[in-house]
C-alpha cells in the first residue's frame, strides 16, 4: 500500500515541514558527491550517523540530531520525503509551526532510543529521518484518524483505493513491529524498532493534544 496522498487539505502552508525536507535533500545532494569515494561515504555515515556501541565509551551527542538528515540512498530519502510530505502538513497544522519542529526533533530523539534499546552494541550507523517521520505519522493516527489516505495497491494488478487512516497507519505499525520482531532474529539494515518508538511517541504527544483541544 503506497500512499499517494491524503484527503485533508492544510489549512497554512507548512513552512517547516518544507524546510526539513529541503534540509534532507541539500544533505542528500552533498552526499552525492561522496559516492564514487566509498571510504569518505563510510566516514561521513560515521560521522553524521549515531553509532549505538559508542555510546560506552564516547557518547554522540551531534548525532543524535544529524543522523535525521542523513540518508543511505535514493529510495531511503524519496520514500522518507514523500510520507513527510503526505503526514507532516496537517500535523503541522495542528500543532503550529515551532511546536510542529520541536515535535520532529523529539520524535527522531525518542525513535533513536527505542532502536538503541534493541540494539545496544550495533556497530552499524543509524540513519535517516523515518524515525521523526514516524512520530509524525503517530500524531496523524491520534488527531486525524477520520481522514482517508489515497493509496496505490498492488494485488495481480495496481490499482487504487481510498483506505481510513486510522486503517492504514495501524496496519502500518503493526507491519513495522513485526518486521522488528523478524528482524531481531534474521538481521536486517532496516530500524523498525525506530519506526515502531516513533509512532508510539506521536501518538503520545498526539492524545495531548487532542486532550487539551476538547478540554473545557
Do not use: C
Not at 496522498?5 to 518544507?18: F, G, H, M, W
Not at 542523513?70 to 515551532?98: C, P, Q, T, Y
Not at 493516527?141 to 493509496?151: A, G
Not at 497507519?169 to 513485526?178: D, E, G, H, K, Y
Amino acid at each position: 500500500m503506497f500512499p499517494l496522498y491524503d484527503t485533508i487539505p492544510s489549512l497554512r502552508k507548512p513552512v517547516v515541514n518544507y524546510i526539513i525536507i529541503w534540509l534532507n535533500v541539500l544533505v542528500f545532494a552533498y552526499e552525492l558527491t561522496l559516492f564514487l569515494d566509498e571510504e569518505l561515504l563510510y566516514s561521513f555515515f560515521h560521522t553524521f550517523g549515531f553509532v549505538p556501541e559508542r555510546m560506552f565509551y564516547a557518547f554522540p551527542v551531534i548525532q543524535v540530531i544529524t543522523h535525521m538528515f542523513v540518508h543511505g540512498g535514493w529510495s531511503h530519502i524519496i520514500a522518507n520525503m514523500w510520507f513527510l510530505k503526505i503526514f507532516g502538513d496537517n500535523v503541522e497544522d495542528a500543532m503550529g509551526h515551532f511546536k510542529f519542529f520541536l515535535f520532529y526533533i523529539t520524535g527522531g530523539i525518542f525513535a533513536l532510543f527505542f532502536h538503541v534499546i534493541f540494539n545496544p552494541f550495533s556497530p552499524y550507523p543509524l540513519v535517516g529521518a523515518s524515525g521523526a517521520i514516524s512520530a509524525v505519522m503517530g500524531a496523524y493516527f491520534v488527531l486525524f484518524y477520520y481522514s482517508r489516505i489515497v493509496s496505490l495497491v498492488f494485488f495481480i494488478l495496481p490499482f487504487i483505493v481510498e483506505i481510513p487512516a486510522v486503517i492504514y497507519l495501524f496496519l502500518w505499525f503493526v507491519m513495522q513491529v513485526a518486521n522488528g520482531m523478524l528482524a531481531d532474529i534474521t538481521g536486517t539494515g532496516v530500524a523498525y524498532w525506530a519506526h515502531a518508538g516513533g509512532f508510539i511517541y506521536g501518538v503520545l504527544v498526539g492524545m495531548r493534544i487532542k486532550k487539551k483541544r476538547y478540554w473545557f
